[in-house]
């Protein structure tokens, strides 16, 4: 039985942990805290796998898991303020920019300065979830999202290409 | 200037890759069990112990005056009730776990309220520990007053109650302003964050 769900979560993190690697990745900017978070993501998994009733995709569940972990990350007594984090994942790009692309770099620099909601729907609309999935995982009404990422959409372009002009 | 597709297949070729192995996570999840386990243990065992050094101490000290009986059975009380607290928390620390599925606005609500609760629990407990340890201590000043001379028993007293009084109005209040400060800046990050799901 044990070995049968171990069996079950090494397929289910080969099939998503990249995603919500990248999730983690595209909240925190810092590929070492996300590792931490989608590691903890995972830990949730296993924790509740017994407990998942089909009432969605199991990749959407687990996505929903990677959000919440993501957002209560601020909990942890590693966490950095807000405007610390976005400073720190500036401050990050920028000394990595000589070494990196540079275009990388200033894409990282926008995303930081999105909001966190921002940060994680962007992400995923990045990694081309689609929208009813990412619907159902962020909470919001599919229309009110597609709204929202038009938004979103916008306001990173708009940063990304204020701060490649500079 | 670029449009948004292009900063798509920027971060597409270019999000580094995860370094954390299945291997690992599986340990991760191993070790925090174990440690969780062993910490839990731990306390159990400390209490335990306390528990038998406080009922050694009843079998073998002769205590007079009823009083002195009904303050023992009121450390008893407070350890049993301070074991409870330990289980207790260790029963909330699942609580991530538990709700991790729900949407993330009810996910943050869910998680404000828990950590108001949790304070409120907090700092209510303490309270009732506290008055519960001075009753003990109130009870068996009775047989101290029979057994000890005046002097002593004056000193001993004004020991217990300046300890209490610093324990009340200065490390009470140190910790309730302490948590209440951190409880409340996560809670205006929470409700910073929930805003943003609405």
């Known amino acids: 039985m044990k070995d049968q769900k171990r069996i079950a979560f090494k397929k289910l993190f080969e099939e998503n942990s990249k995603k919500v690697f990248n999730l983690c990745y595209g909240y925190t900017g810092d590929a070492d805290m996300a590792n931490d978070l989608m590691q903890e993501t995972f830990i949730k998994v296993w924790q509740n796998l017994d407990k998942f009733r089909n009432q969605s995709q199991l990749s959407t569940w687990i996505y929903r898991i990677g959000v919440n972990t993501c957002l209560s990350h601020l909990r942890s007594a590693k966490r950095k303020p807000t405007e610390e984090l976005n400073d720190y994942i500036i401050e990050n790009h920028t000394e990595e920019a000589g070494e990196q692309n540079e275009q990388v770099a200033a894409l990282y620099r926008a995303i930081a300065q999105l909001k966190e909601n921002e940060r994680i729907i962007i992400t995923m609309v990045l990694d081309e979830v689609p929208y009813a999935e990412i619907a159902e995982i962020s909470g919001i009404s599919e229309g ?11 306001k990173l372009t708009e940063i990304y290409n204020r701060i490649e002009r500079v | 200037m670029k449009e948004f597709e292009e900063l798509q ?23 925090g069990r174990k440690e969780l386990a062993t910490k839990m243990l731990w306390h159990v065992v400390a209490f335990a112990a306390g528990l038998l050094v406080l009922f050694y101490i009843w079998l073998t000290v002769p205590f007079v005056t009823w009083t002195s009986h009904l303050a023992l ?60 340890l001075a009753l003990a ?16 028993f004056i000193g001993m007293m004004i020991f217990i109650i300046f300890w209490f009084l610093i324990s009340h109005f200065v490390f009470l209040k140190a910790y309730i302003d302490h948590e209440n400060e951190k409880v409340q800046s996560l809670i205006d990050e929470l409700d910073r964050i929930r805003n943003q799901f609405d």
């Not at chain 2, 068996?140 to 005046?150: D, G, M, P, T």
Request: overall charge positive; charged content about 30%; hydrophobic content about 45%.
């Open chain 2, 137 to 152: 201590f109130v009870l068996y000043s009775i047989e101290l007053y029979f057994a000890l001379s005046l002097g002593v």
């Open chain 2, 9 to 31: 297949q920027l971060w597409r070729k270019n999000v580094p890759d995860s370094k954390r192995s299945f291997e690992e996570v599986m340990r991760a999840i191993e070790s």
């Open chain 2, 73 to 132: 059975l009121l450390l008893a009380a407070c350890m049993v009730y301070a074991l409870r607290a330990q289980w207790r928390s260790y029963k909330e620390m699942q609580f991530d776990a538990l709700e991790s599925g729900q949407k993330p606005e009810a996910f943050i609500s869910r998680l404000k309220k828990f950590k108001a609760d949790r304070y409120r629990q907090h700092t209510r407990s303490f309270v009732i520990y506290e008055v519960c």
């Open chain 1, 144 to 154: 009110n999202l597609r709204v929202r990422i038009h938004r979103i959409k916008h």
